[in-house]
């Protein structure tokens, strides 16, 4: 990242580029990366490293879980993020305007099929039990 850039103006650009994303999901991406980051050290006693896009992934939902508990899914909808793969579109439309940095291994193919937004975001605060209202009913026996 460019010490000198301006962020605000760079986030304006980006939100006029990609208008599917509000500009607070950008500074959520910037803040979950930090917490990750924060986690991965704690939990494996090492140097700062690069952070792959699964283990972001991860930091995001357990970010998101701790910022915005039950409403989490709510904030995202608001933001325009409804996937995992809007994840990666956010980080890459910021690793672009030179905001975060990536290697060659990095790719947005790393956020697809992280987790369903149901499971990650409202089923920890459901009775046990409580299935996908979305997912496909079970097909009876005969």
Not at 2 to 12: F, P, R, W
Not at 38 to 44: A, D, E, F, H, Y
Not at 84 to 100: K, Q, R, S, T
Not at 104 to 132: H, M, V
Request: net charge negative.
């Amino acid at each position: 990242m460019h010490k000198n850039l301006d962020i605000d103006a760079v986030l304006d650009d980006l939100v006029a580029k990609d208008p599917r994303f509000r500009r607070d999901a950008y500074h959520f991406i910037r803040d979950a990366l930090d917490h990750t980051q924060r986690s991965l050290l704690k939990s494996q006693k090492s140097q700062p490293r690069h952070v792959s896009g699964q283990e972001l992934l991860e930091g995001i939902r357990q970010f998101a879980l701790e910022q915005f508990g039950p409403m989490a899914r709510v904030v995202f909808d608001e933001w325009g993020v409804q996937r995992c793969e809007d994840f990666g579109d956010l980080v890459f439309n910021m690793i672009e305007a030179n905001l975060l940095g990536k290697t060659d291994k990095d790719s947005r193919e790393d956020f697809k099929g992280g987790y369903d937004f149901f499971d990650a975001f409202e089923k920890p605060f459901l009775p046990e039990g409580t299935a996908n209202p979305r997912a496909e009913p079970e097909a009876k026996a005969p």
